[in-house]
């Protein structure tokens, strides 16, 4: 079950990592032209960095939740 576990932890580490990057890496190319825009709401590139944070948080809180979950298994060894 520890290992199990392990290599889910990983997938949500590297999942969180992979989210963190890809939402840096739209704002990054699209702030410029989201600088110059008119102010007329969100472009559709901000809303596209926004949900890729989203998803971020979301693998991220994956990631605690086992992290706790090993906690709580090895203290009842």
Same mark, same amino acid.
């Given at each position: 079950?520890?290992?199990?576990? $392990?290599?889910?932890?990983?997938? =949500?580490?590297? =999942? $969180?990592? =992979?989210?963190?990057?890809? *939402? ?6 699209? =702030?410029?032209?989201? @600088? !110059?825009?008119?102010? *007329? *709401?969100? /472009?559709? /590139?901000?809303? !596209? /960095?926004? !949900? ?5 948080? %979301? %693998?991220?809180?994956? &990631?605690? $939740?086992? @992290? @706790?979950?090993?906690?709580?298994? &090895? *203290?009842?060894?």
């Amino acid at each position: 079950m520890s290992i199990f576990l $392990t290599i889910l932890l990983v997938a =949500a580490m590297i =999942a $969180t990592v =992979a989210m963190l990057v890809r *939402g840096l890496v739209i704002f990054l190319m699209n =702030a410029s032209n989201d @600088v !110059k825009g008119e102010g *007329g *709401g969100p /472009s559709a /590139s901000a809303l !596209k /960095s926004n !949900k890729a944070m989203q998803y971020r948080i %979301f %693998f991220q809180a994956i &990631a605690i $939740t086992i @992290v @706790v979950l090993i906690l709580v298994l &090895a *203290g009842k060894h």
